[in-house]
């Protein structure tokens, strides 16, 4: 678990260097940094969707996984669960409430989230720091997702550091359970993985362009879809290759 505290801390640590750059930049100056980080997300989305190797479990996983998140309605959840922690550790001192307050905290909470959990390389890390004792790849990891979480808070705030919350869960315990887990992990595994991931990586990178406005956390189900198309692959593979 040392290097997923790390991870946490290195976010944490991005969080506060962001906010204090944050807070001298101009409304001018923030639209260059969600065109920044935008440009950059895309280009990370894209490398990752093009490691996939089966583009019919990809679709699938995201066609099902939206429509399975929208009807679950797990964006607004995320959203309310952005509005109760910024109502407890971060509240507006000035009376304001409502989406426009909300909605930045939230977003950079889910888009931080997504960003430093979805990638193969926290998939990848998890398991050799767990299974073999290797930090190199998790200690790597959290060097990037500290001047990632930089760029990010700057333009959207606190909520971006509450993403290490989302690490602590989601990367420590793929540490934790990396044993029972590892057989699992097969190179195709993490190329479905990483391919859904990168799309919706993209998702976001079009959300911080202002090209499209995306429910991107309502395709968090097709991650889990795609494990269970890549787990049936023995038997389906033959129709799709």
Request: hydrophobic share 55%.
């Amino acid at each position: 678990m040392f290097p997923t505290f790390v991870n946490a801390g290195t976010i944490v640590f991005g969080t506060i260097v962001g906010l204090l750059v944050g807070t001298r930049l101009t409304a001018r100056y923030k639209h260059v940094v969600f065109t920044a980080v935008g440009a950059v997300a895309l280009l990370i989305g894209i490398s990752m969707a093009l490691e996939a190797e089966r583009t019919l479990y990809m679709a699938l996983a995201l066609v099902l996984g939206g429509l399975l998140g929208t009807a679950l309605g797990i964006e607004d959840a995320i959203y309310r669960l952005g509005e109760r922690l910024k109502n407890r550790f971060a509240p507006d001192h000035h009376g304001e409430s409502g989406a426009d307050v909300v909605h930045p905290f939230a977003q950079g909470f889910l888009t931080a989230s997504v960003l430093f959990c979805v990638g193969a390389l926290a998939i990848i890390g998890a398991f050799e720091a767990g299974a073999q004792g290797s930090y190199a790849l998790l200690l790597t990891k959290s060097v990037m997702d500290g001047f990632l979480a930089i760029l990010l808070s700057a333009a959207y705030g606190v909520g971006v550091g509450f993403s290490a919350l989302s690490i602590l869960v989601y990367q420590g315990g793929l540490t934790l359970l990396s044993g029972l887990l590892r057989p699992l992990v097969t190179p195709l595994m993490l190329s479905e993985i990483s391919g859904v991931g990168g799309v919706m990586v993209i998702m976001i990178g079009l959300n911080l362009l202002d090209l499209r406005s995306i429910k991107t956390a309502n395709f968090l189900p097709g991650l889990l879809i795609v494990v269970v198309l890549v787990l049936l692959d023995p038997w389906i593979g033959r129709f799709v290759l």
